[in-house]
């Protein structure tokens, strides 16, 4: 199984990315897809998951900035984020799980700064 990630960089706030987190070796529709984030000297938190179903779910602080969603004719899953703040600033991690499974990926790191 292998997630890799694309997208992040360095961007403004109240800039726009979009990451993509492509999936291979595993049944993507039946997974749900999720992203995590983490910054240095922080744990590592849950920012949105995407069920097989379509069901999401945000992190507060994200809610209205960020869309999380999925192709799976692509086996790929995309977080939307707008209105970017500096706390923002991460390693952003996709995740792929059926329990008892859990997929991650290597992380891209998000930087927010002027």
């Known amino acids: 199984v292998q997630l890799v990630e694309s997208g992040g960089g360095l961007v403004q706030p109240g800039g726009s990315l979009r990451l993509s987190c492509a999936a291979s070796g595993l049944n993507f529709p039946i997974y749900t897809m999720g992203w995590y984030r983490q910054a240095p000297g922080n744990l590592r938190e849950l920012v949105a998951t995407i069920t097989s179903g379509g069901y999401t779910n945000y992190l507060d602080s994200v809610k209205g900035r960020f869309t999380i969603s999925r192709d799976n004719a692509k086996s790929t899953s995309y977080l939307q984020m707008n209105s970017l703040k500096p706390e923002d600033t991460a390693v952003y991690y996709c995740?792929?799980?059926?329990?008892?499974?859990?997929?991650w990926g290597q992380g891209t790191q998000v930087t927010v700064s002027s």
């Open positions: 995740n792929a799980k059926m329990t008892p499974r859990n997929y």
